[in-house]
T-cell receptor, first 116, second 119 residues
Framework: DAGITQSPRHKVTETGTPVTLRCHQT?????MYWYRQDPGHGLRLIHY???????DKGEVSDGYSVSRSKTEDFLLTLESATSSQTSVYFC???????????????FGDGTRLSIL | AQKITQTQPGMFVQEKEAVTLDCTYD???????LFWYKQPSSGEMIFLIY??????QNATEGRYSLNFQKARKSANLVISASQLGDSAMYFC????????????????FGEGTQLTVNP
C-alpha cells in the first residue's frame, strides 16, 4: 500500500471556523491531489500540486486553499468553513512521472469532515 | 456536460457469475486514459485497471477486464467469477491529455456503481 496518511480522520466543527487537513506521504511522489466525495458527484478535484510550492486549482476550488512547503506534506485549508463543505476528503498521490497518462493515483483513507 | 457517465447506480450479481459495469466518457482529446477504482464500505479507494486510448488490446488484471469500445466511447469493467468481497462501489475515471509536467494526473470521476454480490 502507498504510504499516505491523512489527518485527522474525522472532524466536527462549526460554521465559520478555519479547518486544516493534512496529507502526508512517504513515497517521495511529485504529484499530490485533494478531492472531495459527495453522494451523487463521485470524487471531484479541489486542488493539486506538481511540486514543492507549485499548486493549481481543480474543478471545485472555491473556498479552499492549499500549501505544499515540502515534498511529503500537502495541506488543505478551509479558511471559513461552511455547511456545504461537509464531505469526505481524499488525498491522492502519483509518481514522479505522473504526467504520463497511464500512472494511477493512489489514495489515502479519507477524512470525514462535518460542519455544523 | 458529464465527462464520465455511469448509468447504473446499483447492480446485483450472484456469486461466481460475471458482471459488467458500464462507463461512457466524453472527450475530444485523442490522448486519454481510463481508470477503474473500487471503494469498499470501509472507504478506501483501490486502483483496479487502466486502459489507454492508444492501447490496441483490452486491459486485463486477474478477474478484471476492460471492454474498451473507442468508437462508442465506452470502457466497461467486467468482473469474472464474482466473489462476496467484490461488493463495493466502483468508479470509472478519465485523465485527458496531452499531459504536461504541470497538469499532473488530474482525474474526472463518474458517480459510481454500487455492486452487491449475493451468495
Amino acid at each position: 500500500d502507498a504510504g499516505i496518511t491523512q489527518s485527522p480522520r474525522h472532524k466536527v466543527t462549526e460554521t465559520g471556523t478555519p479547518v486544516t487537513l493534512r496529507c502526508h506521504q512517504t513515497e517521495n511522489h511529485r504529484y499530490m491531489y485533494w478531492y472531495r466525495q459527495d453522494p451523487g458527484h463521485g470524487l471531484r478535484l479541489i486542488h493539486y500540486s506538481y511540486g514543492v510550492k507549485d499548486t493549481d486549482k481543480g474543478e471545485v476550488s472555491d473556498g479552499y486553499s492549499v500549501s505544499r512547503s515540502k515534498t511529503e506534506d500537502f495541506l488543505l485549508t478551509l479558511e471559513s468553513a461552511t455547511s456545504s463543505q461537509t464531505s469526505v476528503y481524499f488525498c491522492a498521490i502519483s509518481e514522479g512521472q505522473g504526467h504520463l497518462l497511464n500512472q494511477p493515483q493512489h489514495f489515502g483513507d479519507g477524512t470525514r469532515l462535518s460542519i455544523l | 456536460a458529464q465527462k464520465i457517465t455511469q448509468t447504473q447506480p446499483g447492480m446485483f450479481v450472484q456469486e461466481k457469475e460475471a458482471v459488467t459495469l458500464d462507463c461512457t466518457y466524453d472527450t475530444s482529446d485523442p490522448s486519454y486514459g481510463l481508470f477503474w477504482y473500487k471503494q469498499p464500505s470501509s472507504g478506501e479507494m483501490i486502483f483496479l485497471i487502466y486502459q489507454g486510448s492508444y492501447d490496441q488490446q483490452n486491459a486485463t488484471e486477474g478477474r478484471y477486464s476492460l471492454n474498451f469500445q473507442k468508437a462508442r466511447k465506452s470502457a466497461n469493467l467486467v468482473i469474472s467469477a464474482s466473489q462476496l468481497g467484490d461488493s463495493a462501489m466502483y468508479f470509472c475515471a478519465m485523465r485527458e491529455g496531452p499531459a504536461s509536467i504541470t497538469s499532473g494526473s488530474r482525474l474526472t470521476f463518474g458517480e459510481g456503481t454500487q455492486l452487491t454480490v449475493n451468495p
